[in-house]
């Protein structure tokens, strides 16, 4: 498995940006397909956006389409999230997570997917 590392969250006013980081270390990064999620206070862990080994196809929740951006560097074994126009409606725990040889097609990759998950990094909207 790949060790993930996120970094990058904190308090934001609602219109700022915040721009997140996960390093990986262990395995081949480039054999991963990476997701960010995010779990809010009481609610479950949903997908935010993907995107598949070479960084070519990406995918996105409804909700941060537009204002979100998912992107990746091979030779730095790194995926970042850049989030603007931040909403109160963002705030939660943002996790990375590593899915091996995944390959995004038509249908949304659930949790069960992604078998490596960093241990999360709190991003807080205040309005």
């Known amino acids: 498995q790949v060790q993930l590392v996120e970094s990058g969250g904190g308090l934001v006013q609602a219109g700022g940006s915040l721009r997140l980081s996960c390093a990986a270390s262990?395995?081949?990064?480039?054999?991963?397909?990476m997701g960010w999620f995010r779990q809010a206070p009481g609610k479950e862990r949903d997908l935010v956006a993907a995107?598949?080994?070479?960084?070519?196809?990406?995918l996105y929740a409804d909700s941060v389409k537009g204002r979100f951006t998912i992107s990746r560097d091979n030779a730095k074994n790194t995926v970042y999230l850049q989030m603007n126009t931040l909403k109160p409606e963002d705030t939660a725990a943002y996790y990375c997570?590593?899915?091996?040889?995944?390959?995004?097609?038509?249908?949304?990759?659930?949790?069960?997917?992604?078998?490596?998950w960093g241990q999360g990094t709190q991003v807080t909207v205040s309005s």
């Open positions: 262990g395995r081949t990064f480039s054999n991963y397909a």
């Open positions: 995107i598949s080994w070479t960084g070519v196809y990406t």
């Open positions: 997570a590593a899915a091996h040889l995944l390959v995004l097609g038509t249908t949304t990759p659930s949790e069960a997917d992604f078998g490596s």
